[in-house]
């Protein structure tokens, strides 16, 4: 069975930085093509940004150029480093393997101003 655990939320000042990680367990997240999204209080999850196999990435415009994507093959593991951190990006994070039902079980990310 595919799981992916998440790890690194919590508490932050505004331009802050935080780094998430989304362990593959049971596949390997290299070979995935890998999501990112978040859930603020009382709206709708997000897409955030997508990492490709090969490397490349997208990003929604909110977060361009503060949250880059990255994988460690060695590690099964995808991280969103998230750099210059607003009270707007508090959220709840997730990962997931796009267009599977394989979600990370979210990380709570609160920015405080």
């Known amino acids: 069975q595919v799981q992916l655990v998440e790890s690194g939320g919590g508490l932050v000042q505004s331009g802050g930085s935080l780094r998430l990680s989304c362990a593959g367990a049971g596949a390997s997240v290299s070979d995935e093509i890998m999501t990112w999204h978040r859930q603020a209080p009382g709206k709708a999850r997000e897409w955030v940004a997508t990492?490709?196999?090969?490397?490349?990435?997208f990003y929604t415009d909110t977060v361009k150029g503060r949250f880059p994507v990255s994988r460690d093959e060695g590690k099964n593991t995808m991280y969103l480093e998230m750099n210059s951190l607003k009270p707007e990006d508090t959220a709840v994070y997730y990962c997931?393997?796009?267009?599977?039902?394989?979600w990370g079980q979210g990380n709570q990310v609160t920015v405080s101003s």
């Open positions: 997931q393997k796009r267009g599977t039902a394989t």
């Open positions: 990492l490709f196999p090969g490397g490349a990435t």
